[in-house]
């Protein structure tokens, strides 16, 4: 990419998508010894997924939460990106993804100064964004919700705190290899 590109810089980032859902994630407790903890079980069906981007060589991150994964929501997760990541257009943002059908859809428009470059299939330790997910279902393990929009809303919160917390997101994220590849 750097011979390709001369004089532009090129950043190494990571993509992934996860689901929170009103089904609670649960997590062992500490509780007081003989009495039961108690948890929230009721199952609900709805959902929304965080389209997380990280650069494994500095702890950056950036999210967009949506309704739905598919290609024209993917698209708009890839544009929000390249506007935060490279407002100038000066850069080149390769971006590792894995290779679900969204990812490599015909019809998907990619940035123009966004490359993406596919893992092996059935690879899911080699993806440097996967460990990210456990610092954001942290934020809502063992609560409920009621709806959506409050899921939402706490969500939101803690990946603007991971956003600005890099030293937290390096040390989840910081593979060997994606970090070399950057210098």
């Not at 390249?82 to 969204?102: F, I, Q, R």
């Amino acid at each position: 990419m750097r011979a390709a590109h001369p004089g532009r810089a090129v950043e190494v980032w990571a993509e992934d998508e996860a689901r929170l859902g009103l089904k609670p994630i649960t997590r062992r407790v500490w509780w007081l010894r003989g009495h039961r903890p108690r948890s929230g079980g009721r199952t609900k069906y709805e959902w929304l997924y965080v389209y997380g981007f990280a650069r494994p060589a500095t702890g950056e991150s950036f999210t967009v939460i949506l309704p739905r994964v598919q290609v024209e929501r993917m698209a708009d997760a890839l544009a929000a990106f390249a506007a935060h990541a490279d407002p100038k257009g000066e850069k080149v943002l390769v971006v590792v993804v894995d290779n679900a059908g969204w990812h490599r859809a015909r019809r998907l428009p990619i940035p123009a100064n966004v490359r993406l470059h596919f893992l092996p299939p059935c690879t899911p330790e080699l993806q440097p964004v996967e460990p990210f997910w456990a610092l954001v279902r942290e934020a809502v393990a063992n609560e409920t919700y009621d709806r959506l929009a409050d899921l939402r809303r706490v969500v939101r919160r803690r990946c603007r705190r991971l956003a600005e917390d890099r030293a937290t997101v390096l040390g989840a994220i910081g593979f060997h290899w994606a970090v070399r590849v950057e210098r």
